[in-house]
């Protein structure tokens, strides 16, 4: 629905001129008020409190759903962070976190300067409610009032933003982190306002390693500095955490060294799926089965997707270019997952080279026969793998940067199992 037919259905409910509703309207999208909670305000404003069901109803978090449409709450603010967003072509600085009460959690997103701060229990008024990501946001706008209240509460959640990278999850706001720049790397990108230098790399500490990206360079952000982070969001990047450093991050140099583990988290294959995407992650399963499209493959030139029959799906007919890769399912009796295998590791086990396979699919006039010959070697032994897993709606896949081959003896292992069960 246009702007236009919102202002007519408007005008007609109240009985006023289409055109002072439409521009009252207009000024309010334009200061970044979402439509509904736009509306709201302009029937309370000409008189009539009947829209979106009546006034706003308290209601305790755990009973907030995405079908209410305004509600007073009260709860502890857990997290403020602040970050500069684009919305309908102009820049707009934001404050959004988490609230708490004893029932549970919800994030909101401040469209205004409340002046919140982490370990205050207010009471917002009239706070509308929008779904991100399949769950209830407050939306704190200019139709909402926040109060401090008469009494603490005693909520269960931790107040602050302090995390280690281990309990990061995307759509984290407002965190603060201590860590060691592993990896960083200036890069120039095409940005929202043309040519932007960022800052991107890894980051790690004592729990594990996530990638990062800094969008306002800070100088203190160095290959083996230990830093504090704090205010930062956590975006999806190819299916795992990834940390954002914005403008109003403030970033310390530290007095002491973050020790930086050197390990990944070893979990059973259903739980690291469960997770939704890890940056570094170690799986041990059996390899089931060697998926088509593995061996001796060719990719676009101009974006890297695998060509079939001599098209891209991006470029149309190209010339592909010549490339080895493995895609093995692993099982290790909780769940599957496809490792994913680059042309170094996959030279590795197969024992040679692109012109080695080359030759070999030449030798016996079957581009295939370098993955049988993958097959005969993988199916039906375990490893150890260690990668990046992303999960989406056509499985889980992990990006290994190592594949080894496990030398645990599987009867003291299923041993030690038995031992740990009836203790």
């Not at 006023?16 to 439509?35: A, G, I, M, Q, T």
């Not at 500095?225 to 975006?235: K, M, T």
């Not at 390899?287 to 974006?303: N, T």
């Not at 197969?350 to 199916?379: F, N, S």
Request: aromatic content about 4%; hydrophobic content about 35%.
């Amino acid at each position: 629905m246009s702007l236009d037919d919102h202002a007519e259905e408007l005008a007609s409910d109240l009985g006023v001129d289409k055109e002072e509703v439409k521009s009252d309207l207009e000024n309010l999208v334009e200061y970044s008020v979402p439509v509904e909670e736009a509306k709201d305000s302009l029937r309370r404003k000409y008189g009539d409190d009947s829209g979106g069901g009546g006034g706003p109803t308290t209601k305790s978090i755990a009973e907030i759903t995405t079908g209410d449409s305004n509600v007073t709450v009260t709860g502890t603010v857990l997290t403020v962070g602040k970050r500069s967003i684009r919305y309908q072509g102009s820049d707009n600085v934001i404050f959004e976190g988490e609230i708490a009460d004893e029932t549970g959690k919800i994030s909101y997103t401040a469209w205004d300067d409340f002046g919140l701060q982490a370990g205050q229990t207010i009471t917002a008024g009239n706070a509308g409610i929008r779904e991100w990501e399949g769950e209830p946001e407050l939306n704190l706008g200019e139709s909402t009032t926040i109060g401090l209240a008469d009494e603490d509460l005693a909520v269960d959640f931790p107040v602050g933003g302090d995390s280690g990278l281990a309990e990061l999850e995307v759509g984290d706001r407002g965190r603060n982190v201590e860590v060691t720049a592993l990896e960083v790397e200036t890069k120039t990108i095409d940005g929202r306002d043309g040519e932007t230098d960022i800052l991107s790399g890894i980051l790690a500490d004592e729990t594990t390693r996530l990638p990062f990206t800094d969008w306002e360079p800070h100088e203190a952000i160095t290959e083996g500095a230990s830093i504090r982070l704090e205010d930062a969001f956590v975006r999806e990047f190819r299916g795992a955490p990834s940390i954002n450093v914005s403008e109003f991050t403030t970033v310390t140099e530290l007095d002491r060294t973050v020790e930086a583990t050197d390990e990944a988290p070893r979990l059973a294959i259903r739980d690291a799926i469960e997770s939704g995407g890890l940056f570094d992650a170690e799986l041990v399963g059996n390899v089931i089965a060697v998926r088509d499209g593995s061996g001796l493959i060719e990719r676009c030139p101009e974006c890297g997707r695998v060509v079939q029959n001599g098209q891209c799906r991006t470029h149309g007919a190209v010339d592909g270019v010549d490339d080895l890769r493995i895609k093995a399912i692993l099982d290790d009796g909780t769940g599957t997952v496809t490792a994913i295998l680059d042309d170094e590791l996959t030279e590795a086990i197969y024992g040679g080279d692109i012109e080695d396979a080359k030759a070999h699919a030449r030798e016996e006039m079957d581009q295939e026969a370098v993955a049988d010959d993958i097959r005969e070697t993988l199916v039906g032994r375990e490893f150890r793998v260690r990668g990046s897993l992303s999960v989406d709606e056509y499985g889980a896949n992990l990006n290994a940067r190592s594949f080894d081959e496990t030398d645990d003896d599987p009867a003291s292992r299923a041993g030690d199992l038995l031992t740990e069960v009836r203790g």
